[in-house]
Nanobody, 125 residues
Framework: VQLQASGGGLVQPGGSLRLSCAAS????????IGWFRQAPGKEREAVSC????????YYPDLLKGRFTISRDKTKNTVYLQIDNLRPEDTAVYYC???????????????????WGQGTQVTVSS
């Protein structure tokens, strides 16, 4: 199981980014997959998860509205669109999966999924 995140960078407040997570070693047609982030000095938190067998998404209440998770089956890649970026969105963003879990809600509440490498997002003027 390999997950490679990319697409991070330095963005001004109000801007947008689309993060990508390329999966290899397994198909995104089965397990749930999601995005998490960790800001400096803070615990890692779930941003969004997707149940790939039925496309049910989960977003924590505090993060609803500016984040959109999606998937391209042909590329075995999952995306995270982030709009109206704020300085507090600054963090390392990770994608994660659990091959034994198909529920987006459960994955987002898991403490031990398979983590991919992260990508840094910095929001600053």
């Amino acid at each position: 199981v390999q997950l490679q995140a990319s697409g991070g960078g330095l963005v001004q407040p109000g801007g947008s980014l689309r993060l990508s997570c390329a999966a290899s070693g397994f198909s995104l047609n089965r397990p749930a997959i999601g995005w998490f982030r960790q800001a400096p000095g803070k615990e890692r938190e779930a941003v969004s998860c997707l149940s790939t067998n039925n496309d049910i998404t989960y977003y924590p209440d505090l993060l609803k509205g500016r984040f959109t998770i999606s998937r391209d089956k042909t590329k075995n890649t999952v995306y995270l669109q982030i709009d109206n970026l704020r300085p507090e969105d600054t963090a390392v963003y990770y994608c994660a999966t659990d091959l034994g879990q198909s529920s987006s809600y459960a994955l987002c509440h898991s403490s031990s999924p398979n983590w991919g490498q992260g990508t840094q997002v910095t929001v600053s003027s």
